[in-house]
């Protein structure tokens, strides 16, 4: 657990590790090659280390060189089942897909993990696979695929998957003829994993933003190839400097990547210094509320909006802060509510909810709240409290550095799910943060 002493401005600067929402993506990818590929800038997270056991239990190998550099030997693949208990703790299980079919024409998958935000459009991805000459069925809480031959269809995504967009774009590399998405995903982590598959000798091209085509290829290889910069790292520390009425230099980022989000940080008056590859993020002046909607990339990310939820408790007057892309997203509201925050849950009122929304409607529920009515500027106070999620972990943690005096929070396993030594990265910016081992 991590026990913080709150009200401190952070200050300093800070280096950004490589994507969680693109590093083990890769790792998977790069079971699709003949050879042994390296990646670097790899984060030592546990979704890593997890993605690391699938692949040791399927006779595959990966070989750490330092801290952030990570060799992936798809030699010793053997078979094709994810484990029960791995494959439950992470959705990275049904990434497994496209390696597994072109290897073995058939794999059983659990039903993915990973945070309760919502039911994964499994569906999309298994239409477009029947399509390319796959059968699924399910069986004792497993999903099973199989194949006699992979072969290129085209698919158009009723509502934008970015982890639909990868499965099918693993499967399509090593398909008969040529396949091409509509209305993909268009997440510059998608386009850092192409660049991989190129690297290995794949034909992928995105012809329209939205369009992707991949033409299958006979063989793949090896490669060497580089892991992006974490855009939610960046988005923590940002949000965390301002909070704390601080200034942080965020360094090793892709500022074409996170123009959503500066955007916003102009609007609500942050003092922003933008560089090749860093930002200088200071608190000037008292901070304006705004009105915030999260969409697809190149809008405003979902995984940014609770940290930014906490931002807006300490800006003026009234926001609004619309969820678009998940049914149920505000898990986090509660604990900002206990710790003092004037916030309240409310649904818009969208002419075409099918349009506006880019969740399943039939996945929403009478209790889910769509939008979020803060009002601040908000003294937050301590709390004492266990997380269940990755990114109500990361809010928590934010939050505690605002509230003057001790917080505790444990469940911290979810924090470093996502992140490399969080703790330790906020402790040299000046907050004061102590780990212990939990009693309970």
């Given at each position: 657990?991590?026990?913080?002493?709150?009200?401190?401005?952070?200050?300093?600067?800070?280096?950004?590790?490589?994507?969680?929402?693109?590093?083990?993506?890769?790792?998977?990818?790069?079971?699709?090659?003949?050879?042994?590929?390296?990646?670097?800038?790899?984060?030592?997270?546990?979704?890593?280390?997890?993605?690391?056991?699938?692949?040791?239990?399927?006779?595959?190998?990966?070989?750490?060189?330092?801290?952030?550099?990570?060799?992936?030997?798809?030699?010793?693949?053997?078979?094709?089942?994810?484990?029960?208990?791995?494959?439950?703790?992470?959705?990275?299980?049904?990434?497994?897909?496209?390696?597994?079919?072109?290897?073995?024409?058939?794999?059983?998958?659990?039903?993915?993990?990973?945070?309760?935000?919502?039911?994964?459009?499994?569906?999309?991805?298994?239409?477009?696979?029947?399509?390319?000459?796959?059968?699924?069925?399910?069986?004792?809480?497993?999903?099973?695929?199989?194949?006699?031959?992979?072969?290129?269809?085209?698919?158009?995504?009723?509502?934008?998957?970015?982890?639909?967009?990868?499965?099918?774009?693993?499967?399509?590399?090593?398909?008969?003829?040529?396949?091409?998405?509509?209305?993909?995903?268009?997440?510059?982590?998608?386009?850092?994993?192409?660049?991989?598959?190129?690297?290995?000798?794949?034909?992928?091209?995105?012809?329209?933003?939205?369009?992707?085509?991949?033409?299958?290829?006979?063989?793949?290889?090896?490669?060497?190839?580089?892991?992006?910069?974490?855009?939610?790292?960046?988005?923590?520390?940002?949000?965390?400097?301002?909070?704390?009425?601080?200034?942080?230099?965020?360094?090793?980022?892709?500022?074409?990547?996170?123009?959503?989000?500066?955007?916003?940080?102009?609007?609500?008056?942050?003092?922003?210094?933008?560089?090749?590859?860093?930002?200088?993020?200071?608190?000037?002046?008292?901070?304006?509320?705004?009105?915030?909607?999260?969409?697809?990339?190149?809008?405003?990310?979902?995984?940014?909006?609770?940290?930014?939820?906490?931002?807006?408790?300490?800006?003026?007057?009234?926001?609004?802060?619309?969820?678009?892309?998940?049914?149920?997203?505000?898990?986090?509201?509660?604990?900002?509510?206990?710790?003092?925050?004037?916030?309240?849950?409310?649904?818009?009122?969208?002419?075409?909810?099918?349009?506006?929304?880019?969740?399943?409607?039939?996945?929403?529920?009478?209790?889910?709240?769509?939008?979020?009515?803060?009002?601040?500027?908000?003294?937050?106070?301590?709390?004492?409290?266990?997380?269940?999620?990755?990114?109500?972990?990361?809010?928590?943690?934010?939050?505690?550095?605002?509230?003057?005096?001790k917080s505790t929070i444990r469940g911290v396993n979810y924090i470093r799910r996502g992140y490399e030594n969080l703790d330790l990265r906020l402790k040299s910016l000046g907050a004061n943060i102590k780990y212990l081992k939990s009693t309970r």
């Amino acid at each position: 657990m991590y026990i913080v002493k709150g009200g401190t401005p952070l200050k300093g600067e800070v280096s950004i590790r490589g994507a969680k929402n693109a590093s083990f993506k890769l790792m998977i990818a790069a079971l699709l090659g003949s050879g042994v590929t390296k990646l670097r800038n790899m984060p030592d997270i546990s979704d890593v280390r997890i993605t690391t056991s699938t692949i040791e239990k399927l006779g595959g190998s990966v070989k750490h060189i330092g801290n952030h550099t990570l060799e992936i030997n798809p030699q010793g693949l053997s078979h094709s089942t994810i484990p029960f208990g791995i494959g439950k703790k992470s959705r990275a299980s049904i990434l497994f897909i496209g390696p597994l079919l072109s290897k073995f024409g058939e794999l059983k998958i659990p039903f993915p993990g990973g945070d309760k935000i919502g039911t994964r459009p499994i569906g999309r991805i298994l239409d477009c696979l029947e399509k390319m000459g796959v059968e699924s069925f399910v069986k004792d809480e497993y999903f099973i695929l199989k194949t006699k031959k992979l072969v290129g269809a085209n698919y158009t995504f009723p509502k934008n998957s970015h982890t639909g967009t990868e499965v099918l774009i693993m499967a399509a590399v090593s398909a008969d003829g040529t396949t091409v998405l509509e209305n993909a995903a268009q997440e510059p982590e998608i386009d850092n994993l192409i660049e991989l598959i190129n690297k290995m000798g794949g034909n992928i091209k995105r012809i329209k933003p939205r369009t992707i085509q991949i033409t299958g290829v006979k063989k793949l290889n090896s490669a060497q190839h580089t892991c992006l910069p974490d855009r939610n790292e960046t988005i923590t520390f940002a949000c965390a400097a301002l909070a704390t009425k601080g200034e942080v230099s965020v360094l090793r980022v892709r500022p074409d990547t996170l123009t959503a989000f500066t955007d916003k940080l102009k609007e609500i008056g942050a003092h922003l210094d933008i560089g090749e590859d860093e930002i200088l993020i200071k608190w000037t002046q008292p901070l304006k509320a705004c009105n915030t909607e999260t969409t697809p990339h190149p809008g405003f990310m979902t995984d940014w909006g609770p940290l930014w939820n906490v931002l807006l408790t300490q800006t003026r007057g009234t926001s609004h802060f619309t969820e678009r892309i998940f049914p149920n997203r505000f898990q986090h509201i509660p604990l900002l509510q206990e710790m003092g925050a004037k916030i309240s849950l409310y649904n818009p009122e969208p002419q075409d909810p099918e349009s506006f929304y880019n969740f399943d409607l039939e996945n929403d529920k009478p209790e889910f709240f769509h939008a979020a009515k803060i009002i601040g500027p908000t003294k937050l106070k301590p709390i004492d409290i266990t997380i269940k999620d990755l990114r109500a972990g990361a809010t928590a943690l934010v939050a505690a550095l605002i509230a003057p005096g001790k917080s505790t929070i444990r469940g911290v396993n979810y924090i470093r799910r996502g992140y490399e030594n969080l703790d330790l990265r906020l402790k040299s910016l000046g907050a004061n943060i102590k780990y212990l081992k939990s009693t309970r």
